[in-house]
């Protein structure tokens, strides 16, 4: 017979952390929060049904794009619109919490379905997380609290009078899964250099790949704002699995991670993404967390407010008798559902079905546009190939850190451009002109096409005349840039000595 374990073994600690019982509160949380940020862009997306999903579209499996053909049967819009209201209907039910544990199963069931039968737009990184947290949170005793299940329990009389406490090992696996997406990013960030140095950040903060950001442009141009963010970036996610356990170090780690999550928003135009993720951390909240908010006398009028919904909830369920069954109410609402999303896609009608002029046609494209797409012969201009060119007299990770325009007699002059991704392999000249445009000095050096940029050194310990000159960028035989900067120092003649790097 094997003896109990110590109280302080590995073996108790790892079923404390598992399988300690609290109040589900941030599960809870959880359950109402997730299902709206998911169910912001599916509801979107509402419109477009019949394209996206059903057979009179063109859905493109996740599995096809893997080679494993239609394993998912692609239904009818007769079929696949009624199901995408239940959908939206039962994320709304588990928002509100009725009949819990059955809608988060028909939303995470339906809400994977409908995302892997669109591989290309609907299924992505954002969808991947929150059908892992759906597929927890079904598992979980989220609608044990603040909801309407909770709500009709107490009714009936059936309820204790401390809150329900269940085993917390949901909740840990929603930490848990944080904990590895965090660490699995910054094994990606540390074997990719252009995230160090800043690159690749900025040519994604100066897109509009996801929605505008205009905050993203401005910061965009700071190198070592740049770099300084990703070197905090990766040392957050490395630390997150193995400080957010711990009471202060789970303070500093989420709110690291909304101030980061904040930041995506910010600058690079992601909306949806942070929502989801900033959901999943109030799997964090625990039992002494909310009794210390309700400590807090200044959260009361919060509270108040709180609690108007459960009021609204409490008034309409008094108007139904209590013999009539939750599920009976909950199978119609489904009924409701999906004849009102029948109804609303025939109204829509997108594809002019049921108009005067009849079913819209597909009209032939252009020749010369199709050929365009098909094969851009158009060469790329010169201009074109290169993001910027700056002067200055220090870097930070290989990134020009400071522009100046003013120097004088010992200082190392750094001529830096920046190219656009893709590019061939370039010569690339830099000039050194007076301020009549005569040359004075010219220098070149090869860019290989893995490489996005190209440092130009020149130390000033010879004589040159002070006054005005210009660094003149050249590809091709052609000006790309120029960038004036003026001499000060003794007004005998210097000569630079430059060497290339």
């Not at 019949?50 to 057979?55: K, N, P, Q």
């Not at 239940?86 to 544990?101: A, E, K």
């Not at 329990?153 to 899964?177: E, H, I, M, T, Y």
């Amino acid at each position: 017979m094997n003896p109990p374990p110590a109280e302080n073994s590995p073996r108790t600690a790892l079923g404390r952390f598992f399988f300690a019982r609290e109040t589900p509160y941030g599960m809870a949380l959880l359950r109402i929060v997730l299902p709206l940020a998911a169910g912001v862009p599916m509801t979107m997306r509402f419109p477009f049904v019949r394209e996206l999903f059903t057979t009179d579209g063109s859905p493109v499996q996740l599995f096809e794009m893997f080679r494993q053909g239609s394993v998912l049967p692609v239904l009818t819009p007769a079929v696949a619109v009624p199901l995408y209201g239940i959908m939206l209907l039962c994320m709304l039910t588990s928002i509100v919490g009725f009949r819990t544990r059955t809608s988060l199963w028909v939303t995470t069931v339906l809400y994977l379905y409908f995302n892997a039968l669109d591989g290309v737009g609907t299924l992505t990184k954002y969808s991947v997380i929150a059908s892992h947290m759906l597929l927890l949170l079904s598992l979980s005793h989220a609608g044990s609290v603040w909801s309407v299940d909770a709500f009709l329990k107490k009714r009936s009389g059936d309820v204790n009078v401390l809150p329900p406490r269940f085993p917390v090992w949901p909740a840990r696996l929603v930490q848990l899964l944080f904990a590895f997406i965090y660490f699995g990013a910054s094994i990606t960030k540390i074997q990719t250099a252009e995230f160090f140095s800043g690159e690749q950040m900025r040519y994604w903060m100066l897109s509009d790949w996801n929605y505008e950001n205009p905050v993203g442009e401005i910061v965009a141009m700071s190198s070592p704002l740049l770099l300084i963010s990703a070197y905090l970036s990766v040392i957050w996610e490395v630390l997150f699995a193995f400080l957010v356990w711990r009471p202060r170090g789970r303070i500093v780690m989420l709110g690291a991670g909304a101030m980061f999550h904040f930041m995506t928003w910010l600058t690079l135009g992601l909306y949806v993404f942070p929502a989801i993720c900033l959901s999943g951390y109030l799997a964090f909240v625990s039992e002494q967390d909310i009794l210390r908010l309700r400590r807090i006398s200044v959260l009361r009028p919060i509270r108040a407010a709180i609690r108007l919904p459960a009021l609204a909830v409490s008034r309409v369920a008094d108007i139904f008798p209590q013999t009539v069954p939750a599920g009976v109410v909950w199978i119609c609402l489904l009924a409701a559902a999906a004849i009102g999303a029948t109804e609303a896609e025939l109204q829509m009608d997108i594809y002019q079905s049921r108009s005067e002029a009849g079913l819209l046609k597909l009209m032939p494209i252009d020749r010369d546009i199709a050929l365009t797409m098909l094969r851009d012969k158009t060469p790329v201009r010169e201009h074109d190939k290169f993001f910027n060119f700056e002067i200055g007299t220090s870097t930070i990770g290989y990134q020009l850190s400071n522009r100046r325009t003013d120097y004088s007699v010992g200082d190392t002059m750094i001529a830096q451009c920046n190219l656009n991704p893709p590019h061939e392999d370039m010569w690339v000249e830099c000039l050194l002109q007076d301020d009549e445009e005569r040359t004075i000095e010219q220098f070149g050096q090869f860019v290989p096409r893995e490489s996005l940029r190209a440092n130009f050194f020149y130390t000033v310990d010879s004589k040159l005349v002070a006054g005005r000159y210009s660094m003149v960028l050249k590809s091709a035989n052609q000006e790309i840039y120029r960038r004036h900067f003026s001499l000060s120092g003794n007004s005998t003649p210097q000569i630079f000595d430059v060497s290339t790097n």
